[in-house]
């Protein structure tokens, strides 16, 4: 059947037209006669192709010929199929058709049969079949039959899509992951080619997560020696990883996974499987592929009747394993530009007389002890994360390796040249010899790169906690880490204290020396100079350390408040108290009404709660008062007082430490103005002094038993929010709430 149209070229103007398609002349040939032929010829002559013809025999080929003749079959399985294909190439299936109807778009030309589009402009790279080339081969003829581009490789600027492999290795595999291709399991191209004749949109690709391949798959593990709360974390994320976890007579099992801090029996020496330590576990997740089993092989001893199993050590003792004034240990110590070098005959003949040259030598060693740990943090951290170009890409970027480590690399190169400076002291020691000299030469350094560190530092453990909850491969990374015997079982975390203990401690041992150094020795001048040099730092870092709590305070203070000035946050500024009140005037927000009072050095922020009380800012501002305008300081008897200003006198009641904020408001009024004598600005007097009624502070109470009792009741666990609304509406429509305006709240409700 042939059939043609003049509005052909109307109905393909629409359409695109390039090489890579089939032009609307082309001869199309349906063979054996599909079920929904009236429908697949409507598709066809929508798109414009109105030369179609039938066959329904495959033996009539020769009749038609093959030269400029598209075939479309119904199925790839059938004998018709397997004749015209052993002819021709440009053979299409029935959903080629539906797909590019529904596109309106012209018939895809490719080089080898197409039976569908779910995976039209897909690259897929085939890996990890090793000897199984057989079915290598059958799953790259199902993904060309889905319109995919096969590539043999993967190079490092490739547009390849997807990877398909058996085994999560090798360079494919490698280059997938720092590309950021999606690795998947060969099921992926089954599970497409079985829904081949699905018409959803990107149905390939939503599979994508269901199929993927991750760092485990496969694998068959058990775990043995760990305790239980680590081994249901080590399960959950085995399971996580594609790993199924099976017990230890598991026919299908592959790898035993032992502590590696346990020396136990081998229950499995029967077993033909991998024995590896608990270091190839994490190893496999942090660089998102099978690690290789050779390089975590876990070796035991047989127990004897008479051995007793070495238990975990408890976290006072992990502490106390490298104290610095502990024992050295070998592998700790052995860091480039430290190790230990061996002393001179004199000077093992200096250390038996010596009480100052023995306490010199006690201080190197805790330096170089110091140094270890601080090698551990760069070296075993802090490089490795910085590393991009890592299996698997980078596992932080490098914002937060900053965020983390801040400026340790600095304090590592301080202490490096201060350990080599007190080395070759020790090894040429002679009695006249300068310790303080050594610690002046570098006390200047110290100073400016302690502070910094100190002041970050509970920042950046906050942010080690935060990407271990957040990052698979960051918590894998410091697992590998905190195995290894240079870290001693210390977490990141706890290495990361010890530079905040270093300072205090050799302050300490410069004492200790100072004592045995006779006042007659030009050495005992320089080491009182080298105890000035280090308290002037710890006050220098403690100084700042306060200057950097007093401005992350005035953030907070700044956010939590709606409608702040810009200009309240300052460097001259700094807050000193905050104190939560109920005001008994009617000054400014209203009698009764709650208000958030912050001191500053130089100003009082007066705010009230917003309507809102769930929202942020929590806060509203209402007035900012500058002390240099406060007149007196008035104490109204039991929680009450009062301010004189140039708006006229207002008292509040408060709960907090009410004795403490005058105090302190009275010091910086006194600041302010310049006097001497800030207890003449605080004076004891009664509420008639400012005009207030005598009931007024009963109201008050009153006001505060009345809110604490409605709030209390609306803030109980077994009330909804709904409720906490209607509890607070009713307190601000209560008996209790005085109408009148406020001359100092001016700014309108909270929103």
């Not at 997807?162 to 599970?191: F, K």
């Not at 502070?451 to 530092?457: A, D, G, Q």
């Not at 205090?504 to 100072?514: A, G, N, Q, S, T």
């Not at 910086?668 to 800030?678: E, K, Q």
């Amino acid at each position: 059947m042939s059939v043609r149209s003049s509005s052909s070229s109307q109905m393909t103007s629409d359409l695109s037209t390039n090489s890579s398609h089939y032009d609307t002349d082309t001869k199309i040939c349906l063979v054996g006669v599909p079920q929904e032929k009236e429908n697949l010829i409507a598709s066809l002559q929508q798109l414009g192709y109105f030369n179609v013809n039938e066959m329904s025999d495959a033996r009539r080929l020769e009749e038609f010929g093959t030269q400029g003749v598209v075939f479309i079959v119904d199925s790839f399985d059938c004998e018709e199929f397997s004749a015209v294909a052993s002819r021709t190439n440009c053979l299409l299936g029935v959903p080629v058709i539906m797909a590019c109807s529904r596109k309106r778009c012209l018939l895809p030309r490719r080089s080898r049969p197409l039976y569908c589009l779910l995976m039209d402009g897909m690259q897929i790279c085939f890996s990890g079949f090793g000897t199984n080339i057989a079915e290598c081969k059958r799953l790259i003829g199902l993904a060309h039959g889905m319109g995919a581009v096969v590539k043999k490789r993967i190079k490092y600027q490739t547009k390849v899509t997807h990877l398909v492999a058996q085994t999560p290795t090798g360079s494919n595999y490698d280059r997938a992951l720092i590309a950021g291709i999606p690795a998947l399991q060969p099921g992926w191209v089954e599970e497409c080619w079985h829904h081949r004749r699905s018409v959803e949109d990107n149905f390939a690709e939503r599979l994508v997560t269901q199929w993927s391949l991750e760092p485990l798959s496969f694998l068959r593990l058990h775990f043995y020696g760990f305790e239980d709360e680590e081994q249901k974390h080590m399960t959950e994320v085995a399971k996580q990883n594609g790993a199924v976890v099976v017990s230890a007579d598991d026919p299908s099992l592959t790898h035993v996974v032992f502590n590696d801090f346990e020396t136990v029996d081998n229950p499995f020496a029967s077993r033909d499987v991998h024995f590896v330590r608990s270091e190839w576990f994490w190893a496999s997740v942090q660089i998102r592929q099978t690690a290789d089993e050779s390089l975590y092989p876990y070796t035991w001893r047989p127990e004897t009747p008479t051995s007793i199993a070495t238990p975990t050590p408890s976290k006072s003792r992990k502490r106390l394993l490298y104290l610095e004034s502990e024992r050295p240990n070998k592998q700790r110590a052995s860091y480039e530009g430290a190790e230990s070098s061996p002393l001179s005959p004199k000077a093992k003949e200096a250390a038996k007389s010596s009480h100052r040259h023995q306490r010199a030598l006690e201080m190197l060693q805790t330096e170089r002890n110091y140094v270890a740990i601080l090698h551990t943090i760069v070296k075993l951290f802090r490089e490795p994360l910085e590393n991009a170009n890592q299996t698997g890409g980078a596992i932080l970027t490098s914002a937060e390796v900053k965020e983390i480590f801040g400026n340790v690399h600095v304090l590592y190169g301080i202490h490096q040249a201060l350990c080599e400076d007190l080395e070759s002291l020790c090894n040429t020691w002679k009695e006249e010899a300068s310790i303080g000299a050594i610690i002046l030469k570098h006390a200047e350094e110290l100073q400016k790169a302690y502070p910094p560190f100190i002041n970050y530092l509970e920042s950046a453990r906050a942010a080690i906690a935060s990407h271990d909850r957040s990052k698979p491969r960051f918590h894998a990374f410091l697992k590998v880490c905190q195995s290894k015997p240079a870290c001693g079982r210390q977490s990141l975390a706890d290495l990361m204290v010890t530079p905040v203990q270093r300072l205090p401690r050799v302050l300490l041992l410069l004492e200790d020396i100072l004592k045995r150094t006779p006042p007659s020795m030009e050495d005992h001048a320089t080491i009182q100079e080298a105890i000035a040099a280090l308290k002037k730092v710890v006050e220098h870092i403690n100084e700042d350390k306060r200057r950097t709590e007093d401005r992350l305070a005035m953030f907070d203070v700044v956010r939590s408040i709606h409608n702040c000035p810009a200009d309240l946050l300052s460097s001259h500024r700094h807050l000193t108290a905050k104190l939560e009140c109920v005001e008994v005037s009617n000054l400014i927000v209203g009698r009764g009404h709650p208000v958030t009072l912050f001191l500053f050095s130089d100003c009082l922020e007066l705010c009230k709660p917003r309507k809102k009380p769930l929202s942020s800012p929590s806060l509203k501002h209402v007035t900012r008062l500058s002390l240099l305008h406060v007149e007196q300081v008035l104490d109204l008897g039991d929680a009450q007082f009062g301010i004189i200003c140039e708006h006229g006198p207002f008292a509040l009641t408060t709960e907090g430490d009410k004795k403490a904020f005058l105090k302190e408001l009275c010091a910086n009024i006194a600041t302010s103005l310049c006097r001497p004598d800030p207890e003449s600005l605080l004076r004891v007097a009664s509420v008639e002094e400012l005009s207030l009624e005598a009931h007024s502070l009963t109201l008050s109470r009153r006001m505060k038993r009345y809110a604490s009792r409605v709030v209390q009741r609306a803030t109980s666990l077994h009330n909804t929010p709904g409720r906490l609304r209607r509890a607070l509406s009713q307190l601000l429509t209560s008996p209790f709430r005085q109408h009148e305006g406020s001359p100092m709240g001016k700014s309108g409700e909270g929103q």
